[in-house]
């Protein structure tokens, strides 16, 4: 059994981030089906904001999302992945397809998203919650060369 000391339910989050009052919390969310250089590179960008959580996309919100064959890698795994990593603080894992409801409960100082992401592009229903919580919006770089995707699409190849 995997044991994941960074992994917490929404409710534990809070209450460890309102113990955090001092510090930036950062927040950022998504799926991580396949771990890559891609996401440590982003996830190591927006740790440079404050204190980095991850909201994870669970494994009925990847499916909503992606379709019926995803995720390749389910919830709780992904999340021991990310926990593996020095610069994530804390995760917690969400069912909807949408991030607005956590939002407004977690209440982050900043919201870090890729930069294939604006204001304009971001969710409605979450850039309002974003905006009734008052969190600072950050983007940062990406590498295109790397994506979830893209290790499907070489994966399938070299299997044909």
Request: glycine share 4%; aromatic share 8%; charged share 25%.
């Amino acid at each position: 059994m995997l044991v994941n000391l960074k992994l917490f339910s929404l409710k534990e989050a809070v209450t460890i981030r309102n113990r955090h009052q001092d510090r930036k919390i950062v927040l950022t969310n998504g799926c991580f089906d396949l771990l890559h250089v891609g996401h440590i590179f982003s996830l190591q960008q927006a740790a440079q904001f404050g204190e980095l959580w991850v909201a994870l996309n669970g494994d009925e919100s990847i499916r909503q999302l992606k379709g019926p064959s995803r995720p390749i890698v389910g919830e709780r795994e992904r999340a021991y992945m990310l926990a593996a990593l020095e610069c994530v603080a804390g995760i917690f894992i969400f069912a909807n397809r949408h991030l607005n409801r956590e939002l407004e409960i977690f209440r982050p100082d900043i919201y870090v998203k890729s930069a294939d992401y604006s204001l304009e592009t971001l969710d409605p229903e979450e850039r309002f919650a974003l905006e009734k919580i008052d969190a600072e919006v950050k983007f940062v770089q990406i590498i295109h060369e790397f994506s979830t995707s893209l290790l499907i699409d070489k994966i399938k190849n070299h299997i044909i």
